[in-house]
Each structure stands twice: as structure tokens, then as C-alpha cells.
């Protein structure tokens, strides 16, 4: 363990880089700092987004949506690049005040209604559509305590595993056993409800389901900071069978991929403007889109 001893001073100033991948985009004030207005497509549904795990819960949620026919929860999926500064935009602000991937704004009605934080963009597309959140009682219970689980948890997963494993400018030993430890923590609390229950809220799929999976479901087969040989995740069997059955869903294997930037370019759709965009991961003509994006 590293013995290098830091004295925090009485007031903490912003006076200095702070390093890391992430040291372009990280201050600590809010608001714009350019302008910018967001474009507005054909479909109800416009959303502002990347492809990170926050962001895969809304557009698997528009996909399962679709998928049942709900023709209300047509989409377009504008990418929002984080890593460049396209979240303080003036437009985006103004749709998240928070400056962070996912933003919806619902122009289904007579006046858009924004939405941010992604548990409440669930929440709010359950509740319109009356799919993925049961009505009343145990499961409805269940379905709301493990979404917001995820909420609360999470940021333990990539804000404090992940960014100190993967993405931190040195490697400090005692961030990470802190962490890994708590993101393993975190995993056995999942695979012990999974040894009693199919899904999260018990015998059907919710958004409990469809918030959990991106974040758990990507650790546990590996897709999330390289990490799944240092966590020994494959240790987890019941999150594997549960995160193996959804990532089987046809709606999870489209909405995975929309604002895509990384990995496989066939497992890459930049932005969603129709549900033909999908017939393009095959094609070469996806790259060409892709690199025109």
C-alpha cells in the first residue's frame, strides 16, 4: 500500500488537473458552457444519450416497448459525447441540468416534457405504457427497491471500481481493494435474490430488471473495465443465468447496442432514427454511417 500521505487543506480549490481519462470534462460547477440547441426529430421519443450502461436501460426500455407494439415509444437516439463536452451544451442543459447521459424529452403531449436520471426515465415509460411495472403489492415492492438499488449502488461499480481500476491516472491500492470489495458485495447480494427468483421482482421481467442488467449483467460476462478475471465473476452463477436470459432478449440485444461508440463496429448504432437502422450492423454501409456520425 502506497505510504505517500496527503494533508486535505481547509478549503478544497479547484487549482489544479485533476488527471484521469475522464480530466477534460470533470468541474465542479453546473450549467452551459456553450450553446447549443438539440435536434428534434420525427418520434415521440427523443432521446440524448451514449451507450454506456445508464444510458442502454432507456433504450432497451423503448425496445422492449416497441417490441410489445407500443407505437408511442418510437424513439430517436441522438448521441451525446460525453467524453468531448456535447453534455454542457446549452440544449442539453436545459433538458438535464445535471449534465449527465440519459436525457429524455416526451413530445407526445400538447407541451415536451424533459426527463433525466435514468431510474425516473424507466419509471415514467412504465407508467405510461403500463408495462415492466406491476401494478400494486410484493412485486411492485420488489420492482421498486432493486431499481433503486441500482441507483444507489451502482456508483460504488463505476464511479468507484471502475474509475479507480480502469480509468484513474495511477493505480492506488487501497481505492481499489475498497471497492473491488464492495463491488463484490454487491454481486453476492444479487446472486443470493437470484437463488430464489427468476427475475429481480420475482417471476417477470421489470425495469428493476432493465436497470440492473446493463451494469451487473455487462460485469458479470465480462463486458465491463477488464475485470472480470480480478472479480472472478463466473463465481456468481445465479447472476450469470439471469444476466445470460435477458441479454438473450431480442429488444436487449437491439437497445445494448444504440449510441454505441466502442467495441465491435457491427455492434455499434451511433444514433436510431428507424427501426431499419438496425439492418445496417451487418452491412459495411455501418461503418461508413458510423465514421459519417
Known sequence: MSTTEYTPPKVWAWNKPNGGRFANINRPIAGSTHDKELAVGKHPMQLY???TPNGQKVTIMLEELLALGHRGAEYDAWLIRIGEGEQFGSGFVAANPNSKIPALVDHSGPKPIRL???GAILVWLAEKFGEFLPKAGEARAECLSWLFWQMGSAPYLGGGFGHFYAYAPSKIEYAIDRFAMETKRQLDVLDRRLAEARYLAGDD?????????????????GLLYGSAEFLAVHEYKNVNRWADEIGARPAVKRGRIVNRLQ????QQLRERHDASDFELRTQDKL??????D
Open 263 to 266: 467495441g465491435d463496429p457491427k
Open 287 to 292: 461503418e461508413a454511417k458510423n465514421a459519417a
Open 116 to 118: 433525466f436520471e435514468s
Open 49 to 51: 444519450s451514449l451507450g
Open 205 to 221: 421481467y421489470t425495469i428493476a430488471d432493465i436497470a440492473v442488467w446493463p451494469w451487473y449483467g455487462g460485469l458479470a460476462k
